[in-house]
């Protein structure tokens, strides 16, 4: 029988009503005749509970602690959904991580997951089970202690499941109903993709739209496992969410996926910088080892043997990026005559893999930025994307003037 | 290094500040110079969150699923102890029971233990960590699923523990500070017992002293543990609680330890049942296969070739028991001419292990009671027990003047 896995997020699973709501949606699936395996997260609010029970006891926790307290939230949900299943006589069983087992390495809070034994449950399946239902977002490491996979890691876990069983789709249930063009908070005009590369996904999510784990994607793009994002508030049907898909699944697109944007970046300016060969590795490894996420680099054109080196970061990492750049000063080594902070920059993308087929995207970005008279401070590209800092007031205006002029409202 | 066994009870891990009120005792007695195994239970209140929901799922559970859910309260705790103790700079990690692993049989929501091996935590303790954290009330099938032992359960895993380890002593904290004469809500002449004997602590708690879990008191006799009640929210101290111990370590003893009352009984006679072999099974199976706990059993003398029998169960039983007695008279088989109940008693029992050489004792309780006035319904004994039924209005005063009689204020 093919194998569809289907994983529901903390809304989806938040008390034994919702519960229930996302058992229907599984016995939809069984009826179909699949053999369906079920991820399920902690129901929304669990594992904050704990987090805080945890922080609260110890400021510098042990990990290893930390994941055998927080992991538990989603053996919960496992079992009640076992049980909520077989209350509609659906045959079905729950996994906690180790039973079945998830082997990962032993990064606790961080864990990667290195392999999936499918034997024991395929078994299952063969003896007329129709769905095992899995804690998603833990595993068991090496040395048998309990791991976790990190924030949405259950989105991992179903990706993975789904590669190892080698299912037919993975579909995500979440609280958003597919992956759009663009937030509809900033345009109405929004609209919701029904396909999506694995690519383009990978750069939104990396850009801010929180539909899917950063991991999860790469994780089923190397595998190719096709994954859907859909909502479990919604009713049933068979185009529903997005489907995130390799490239050559998608027949037509936009040249333009998606426009995304960051609002709470930061542009520092070290002015003066020796160019020398080693001074970038000076400043971003500074940086790197006090836990900056340095994003965008930008390095200006040499003049008498000094250069001017431009980066952006979270806004909240300002004081600590500047605390490090002072200090590998202090220790010599790394020289500069000023740091120049911008706090009031926001980050716009627009993203496609028709960038690669297509020429002028870039251009047609700046003039369309330029006709709003917005000023472009720091430009990044990519071989599928394209991100400019601008002044944070401009943020909305420009995601809406080039969500019009790419045509993002109209389906390819 | 020589071992202790502590445990903590919902009340006394209720939320991290007292996990750290617990974690202190715990360093006393590392300080001391222990290896130290803490059995802790569930946060109070999270038990019944747990079967909340799972009842609220299927009210016909399955019971696999439900030990899954529920011993997720104890694997919390567990964690957050560990953590605390590692805080204090006592190494210190937690065991699930299927890590241990604790050994059960299938009989799921009320596994028996069946082995602990000891080597994994032993290696840990000579590698110095101090103290090892262990989940209650848990265990793992010869399937690889998880059990639970039942309510109450985490007594029984720290006794089990004690004796795999030859513990020094299993110190069990709870909400009340030892195991008393009689309830001081009945007579304020109740007295804390510094010691009492295993066979004295199974009668009172099976006959409703809610101190200790029957089943710990019963592996403790067995393997010899020298178990101690006491309360977390007391200062430590040698002479602490109550210790639960070898007849042979109470050096002197009152020949009463004990009175104990039981206010929800009811008395049933069925009147004029044929004098006959296999009479009182047939009415004893019916009544056990619907599930009512029989306590108290006299059969009158024979006329005729007929009889009387009277038993004791729980007033709430009453309805079950009627119905399944009519059931068996309707099927053939058993023949009474009425089914006579009084619902308006209650159990008085006087317990102690001095009975067993000192004569009189059923005598001079019989006194005191005629004394007061009070008529005596039915009377059992064992060894060192003996229980009568008396009308419930009369149950404070009979246990104030056996108390009294006994000079039960007073120590040997």
Not at 273 to 289: E, K, M, N, Q, Y
Not at 309 to 328: E, G, I, W
Request: negative net charge.
């Amino acid at each position: 029988m093919p194998v569809l896995v289907m994983k529901f997020g903390g809304t989806s699973v938040a008390n034994p009503d919702r519960i229930r709501r996302a058992a229907k949606r599984v016995g939809i699936e069984v009826a179909k005749g699949y053999d369906v395996i079920v991820i399920v997260s902690a129901m929304s609010g669990k594992t904050n509970e704990l987090v805080g029970w945890v922080e609260e006891t110890a400021p510098m926790f042990d990990a290893r602690e930390y994941d055998a307290v927080v992991s538990s939230g989603e053996n919960v949900t496992a079992g009640l959904m076992a049980l909520t299943l077989q209350q509609m006589n659906v045959p079905a069983r729950s996994w906690q991580g180790w039973q079945v087992p998830v082997r990962t390495t032993s990064a606790h809070s961080a864990a990667r997951i290195e392999e999936i034994p499918t034997d024991n449950i395929r078994a299952k399946f063969a003896e007329g089970m129709q769905v095992a239902v899995i804690a998603g977002f833990q595993g068991i490491s090496p040395e048998g202690r309990i791991t976790t996979l990190g924030r949405g890691g259950s989105d991992t876990t179903a990706v993975a499941f789904a590669a190892a069983f080698g299912a037919e789709r993975c579909d995500i249930f979440t609280d958003v109903d597919g992956v759009y063009t663009t937030d509809p908070r900033i345009t109405d005009k929004a609209r919701k993709l029904d396909k999506i590369a694995f690519e383009e996904m990978l750069e939104l999510a990396s850009l801010g739209a929180k539909v899917l784990q950063t991991r999860s994607v790469e994780l089923a793009m190397r595998y190719k496992v096709k994954l859907r994002v859909l909502s479990s508030f919604e009713e049933p049907s068979d185009t529903a969410g997005t489907l995130v898909c390799d490239e050559e699944d998608i027949m037509e697109s936009n040249i333009v996926a998606g426009v995304a944007y960051s609002r709470d970046e930061a542009k520092m300016t070290l002015l003066s910088v020796a160019d020398r060969p080693g001074i970038a590795a000076a400043i971003f490894t500074a940086l790197s080892d006090t836990g900056v996420n340095v994003d965008m680099i930008v390095q200006n054109i040499s003049e008498d043997g000094r250069t001017d080196m431009t980066f952006s970061c979270p806004t909240n990492q300002v004081a600590r990026a500047d605390k490090a750049l002072a200090a590998a000063k202090e220790a010599g080594g790394l020289n500069f005559t000023e740091l120049v902070v911008d706090r009031d920059v926001a980050k716009v993308s627009v993203v496609g893999i028709g960038m690669r087929s297509h020429t002028g995207v870039a251009a047609k970005m700046f003039k369309i930025l330029s006709n709003e008279g917005i000023n472009i401070k720091v430009i990044t590209t990519s071989e599928i994307k394209i991100s400019v800092l601008i002044e944070r007031k401009y943020m909305e205006l420009a995601v809406q003037a080039l969500h019009d002029a790419f045509e993002l409202d109209k389906a390819s």
